[in-house]
């Protein structure tokens, strides 16, 4: 059973940082692209990130570039998503997304939620002083 954990949220202030990790479970990420998205209260979920199956491209959302970085270990079957410069407004849910694709167009373009298939349960991030 393919399966995506989430973890590394937490509570955090402003400006600081935070690294949430994506394991892979019943599958092997290398074939996979991996999306990170977010959802806070009241507001539609948004992507942040992607990165293709070889980490080769990764592509970012206005909200997340210069602060976030996405990057992956695939001997570990794990994604990850650094966090720095954290605002009030990254508070949200956090998720990891896979879509088995080894081409870069999985990642090109908007960072949306119908290109990806499995999802994980979500993490927590709230970021308050």
């Known amino acids: 059973q393919l399966q995506l954990v989430e973890s590394g949220g937490g509570l955090v202030q402003p400006g600081g940082s935070l690294t949430l990790s994506c394991v892979a479970s019943g599958f092997t990420l290398d074939n996979y692209a991996i999306g990170w998205f977010r959802q806070a209260p009241g507001k539609e979920r948004e992507g942040v990130s992607c990165?293709?199956?070889?980490?080769?491209?990764?592509g970012y959302e206005d909200s997340a570039k210069g602060r976030f970085t996405a990057s992956r270990d695939n001997a570990k079957n794990t994604a990850y998503l650094q966090m720095n410069s954290l605002k009030p407004e990254d508070t949200a849910v956090y998720y990891c997304?896979?879509?088995?694709?080894?081409?870069?167009?999985?990642?090109?373009?908007?960072?949306?939620?119908?290109?990806?298939?499995?999802w994980g349960q979500g993490t927590q991030v709230t970021v308050s002083s």
């Open positions: 990165i293709s199956s070889s980490g080769g491209y990764i």
């Open positions: 997304a896979a879509v088995m694709g080894t081409s870069d167009f999985y990642c090109a373009g908007a960072v949306t939620a119908r290109r990806f298939d499995d």
